[in-house]
């Protein structure tokens, strides 16, 4: 089976869900023998291909044909021109094409493709985001691919429901599929001390992991943290990720907190971090809002961490 795939949305500068569950599921797949992966993506620099290539290197069974035209030049044209189509850019026609997320450009329609859709929170709850990212939202028409897709997938049964309602679908037209864990969780391998060292984290802590941004609803955490902090003066609040829209926001509450001393932010935490950073704390924390899976609780129990 010839099967095209949309890799724009990889980047080593963002270590989201997404991203995890884009090259785990892709692995997976090219472990069959009769698939053979075609990859479009973007030229983000020579960093941006070399990060692509570390993760999927190019051989007999695995092709990068379409990375050739920098994001903003691909992007424009695909707005503007609605051009090139995504599976032109592979030189061979695939059985099938498979877009790993919503983004920007079309296919030819006599292509069967496979769309995943994690969540909708942008049409739920618009207020957590900035113009900017509504507007990119706006542009990638996610109801018309939702419907031009030959068939979508979706990580919970809870977005299945948010797309039958909101877009049209039918049950029958969404597969819910759940995501697995990183194999790094299944037999994780943990050095607290050496965690502990790198990110200067305190003996005890409450964790949260994931993007520092309202949505999250981080300025609830650092409330309900500071009844804590009255009556255990050895526990702290650690927030790690990284910075998202008006994080500046969480970042002054944390400065007024008469606490403010015990709440700790360690930027971006990598991938292979993680295991150690769940094991060394006393609790995990995931308050978001809304979340079309959420991938950390998961993570932490693997790893032994109380939810």
Same mark, same amino acid.
């Given at each position: 089976m010839e099967l095209g795939? @949309?890799?724009? &949305?990889?980047?080593? #500068?963002?270590?989201? &869900?997404?991203?995890?569950? %884009?090259?785990?599921?892709? +692995?997976?797949?090219? *472990?069959? @023998? @009769?698939? *053979?992966?075609? /990859?479009?993506?973007?030229?983000?620099? !020579?960093?941006? *291909? !070399?990060?692509? %290539?570390?993760?999927?290197?190019?051989?007999? #069974? $695995?092709?990068?044909?379409?990375?050739?035209?920098?994001? +903003?030049?691909?992007? $424009?044209?695909? /707005?503007? /021109?609605?051009?090139?189509?995504?599976?032109?850019?592979?030189? #061979?026609?695939?059985?099938?094409?498979?877009?790993?997320? $919503?983004?920007?450009?079309?296919?030819?329609? *006599?292509?069967?493709?496979?769309?995943?859709?994690?969540?909708? %929170?942008?049409?739920?709850?618009?207020?957590?985001?900035?113009? +900017?990212?509504?507007?990119?939202? +706006?542009?990638?028409?996610?109801?018309?691919?939702?419907q031009d897709a030959t068939h979508v997938l979706t990580v919970s049964h809870s977005t299945k429901q948010d797309l039958m309602d909101l877009y049209g679908l039918h049950a029958e037209e969404i597969s819910v599929t759940y995501p697995g864990l990183s194999p790094i969780f299944h037999n994780p391998d943990i050095d607290i001390e050496h965690i502990r060292a790198k990110y200067h984290l305190p003996s005890q802590f409450i964790l949260y992991l994931g993007t520092i941004e309202p949505r999250k609803n981080l300025s609830a955490l650092i409330q309900s943290f500071e009844y804590l902090a009255a009556e255990h003066p050895e526990l702290h609040l650690v927030l790690a990720g990284q910075n998202g829209w008006l994080y500046e926001h969480i970042h002054a509450q944390t400065n007024k907190s008469p606490f403010a001393n015990r709440v700790h932010y360690t930027g971006f935490v990598a991938h292979e971090d993680k295991p150690s950073l769940y094991a060394a704390a006393e609790l995990f924390v995931y308050p978001s809002f809304y979340e079309g899976f959420g991938f950390p609780p998961l993570e932490a129990m693997a790893c032994g961490t109380p939810v």
């Open positions: 795939v @949309d890799v724009r &949305g990889l980047s080593p #500068r963002w270590q989201g &869900g997404v991203n995890e569950y %884009t090259i785990a599921l892709l +692995k997976e797949l090219l *472990r069959y @023998d @009769d698939v *053979r992966g075609h /990859l479009v993506g973007s030229v983000f620099g !020579a960093a941006h *291909r !070399a990060y692509i %290539t570390s993760l999927f290197p190019p051989g007999e #069974r $695995l092709s990068l044909p379409g990375m050739y035209l920098p994001s +903003k030049l691909l992007n $424009l044209s695909l /707005l503007t /021109l609605h051009a090139p189509k995504l599976d032109s850019c592979l030189g #061979r026609e695939p059985d099938v094409f498979w877009m790993p997320n $919503l983004n920007i450009g079309s296919l030819h329609r *006599r292509i069967p493709s496979v769309l995943t859709i994690h969540d909708v %929170t942008f049409e739920l709850y618009p207020e957590f985001f900035s113009q +900017k990212i509504l507007a990119w939202h +706006k542009s990638v028409r996610p109801k018309q691919q939702a």
